[in-house]
C-alpha cells in the first residue's frame, strides 16, 4: 500500500521528467527547422515570449502535453492501471443537470473572483515577479492573436482543450486526492489544490482570482466525484474567453469591476444566493454511474 507522500513525490518526479522532455521536444524542433544546437538553447534562454509565433504555440500544447497529460497518465499506470477511471471518477457519467448546475455555480462565482482581483493588486511584488508576470503575458497575448477560423480552432485547442484535461486530471484528480488524504480533510485538499494550481502559473497578479477558480473547481469534484464535471467548467471558462476575444475584441481577463461600487453588492447578494442554491442542488442531482 503507498502512502500519499510516496505518490506526491512521484508525481512530482513525472512533472520534472516532463519538463524536461519538453525542453529535449523544443531543442528537437529548432534543429529540425535548421537551428543551431547553439541557436536554440540561445533562444530558449531568451525566453518564450522572444520566440517565433508558430514556436510559442506548439511550446505551450507540447508543454501542456508533456508536464500535465503523459504525467497523469503515467501516475495513473504506476499505480491504479485498469483503475485509474474509478480513481478519477472517469466512469461517472454526470447528467446534463449536473453540468448545468456545475455551469452556474462557476458564474456565480465570478464576483468572488473579481473581488480577490481587486485584493490582490493591494499585494506588493518584486522586481522579478513583475518581470515573469510580463513575460507570460506576452506568450498569452500572441497565442490570443487570431485571424482566422482555423488560428481560431487551434488557440481553443491549445488554451481551452489541454489544459482542461491536464490540469483538472493532475490538481483535481490526483492533488486535490492525495493531499486530502494525507492532511485527512477534502477540504485541505481542495484549497492546497488551488494553491498549487495557481502557483504553477507564475502569474502572481492574478493569484489569488485564480486560486478562488481552482477552488470552485476542486469543490465541484468533491461535490460530484466525476473528473468530467471541472473538465468541462474548466474548458468552458478559457473556452468561452477566447470565442469573446475572437468575435467581439473584449478581452475578458482584463475587464475589471466600475469605479462605483455600489451596484456590485446587489451582484455579489445574488451570486451567493445563486452558488449557494446551485451547489446544494448538485449535491442532491448526483452524476449517474455507468
Do not use: C
Amino acid at each position: 500500500m503507498h502512502s500519499s507522500v510516496s505518490k506526491l513525490f512521484v508525481l512530482f518526479l513525472l512533472f520534472v521528467g516532463g519538463n524536461l522532455l519538453t525542453l529535449f521536444i523544443l531543442i528537437a524542433l529548432m534543429v529540425a527547422q535548421g537551428n543551431s544546437m547553439s541557436e536554440s538553447l540561445l533562444l530558449l534562454q531568451g525566453g518564450m515570449e522572444n520566440m517565433p509565433s508558430g514556436l510559442i504555440r506548439t511550446s505551450v500544447w507540447v508543454q501542456t502535453l508533456a508536464t500535465f497529460i503523459l504525467p497523469a497518465l503515467a501516475y495513473g499506470l504506476i499505480y491504479h492501471r485498469n483503475q485509474f477511471g474509478e480513481y478519477l471518477g472517469a466512469h461517472k457519467v454526470p447528467t446534463l443537470a449536473v453540468f448545468g448546475l456545475a455551469t452556474l455555480i462557476m458564474i456565480a462565482g465570478y464576483p468572488l473572483v473579481q473581488a480577490s482581483y481587486e485584493l490582490n493588486r493591494l499585494i506588493p511584488i518584486s522586481d522579478w515577479m513583475s518581470t515573469m508576470e510580463q513575460s507570460a503575458m506576452s506568450v498569452m497575448e500572441e497565442i490570443l492573436l487570431m485571424d482566422s477560423v482555423w488560428s481560431l480552432i487551434t488557440t481553443l485547442f491549445i488554451v481551452a482543450v489541454l489544459p482542461a484535461i491536464g490540469e483538472e486530471l493532475i490538481f483535481r484528480g490526483i492533488l486535490q486526492q492525495e493531499l486530502g488524504k494525507l492532511f485527512n480533510s477534502k477540504h485541505l485538499g481542495v484549497w492546497l489544490g488551488a494553491i498549487l494550481f495557481s502557483a504553477i502559473h507564475l502569474q502572481f497578479e492574478g493569484f489569488l482570482p485564480r486560486m478562488i477558480l481552482g477552488a470552485i473547481l476542486g469543490y465541484l469534484y468533491l461535490w460530484t466525484k466525476s473528473i468530467w464535471v471541472p473538465i468541462f467548467v474548466h474548458f468552458l471558462n478559457n473556452g468561452v474567453q477566447v470565442l469573446v476575444l475572437y468575435y467581439s475584441g473584449i478581452d475578458l481577463s482584463s475587464e475589471e469591476l466600475s469605479s462605483d461600487p455600489s451596484p456590485w453588492w446587489g451582484v455579489a447578494l445574488g451570486a451567493v444566493i445563486l452558488f449557494a442554491a446551485s451547489a446544494r442542488l448538485l449535491k442532491i442531482v448526483k452524476p449517474d454511474e455507468q
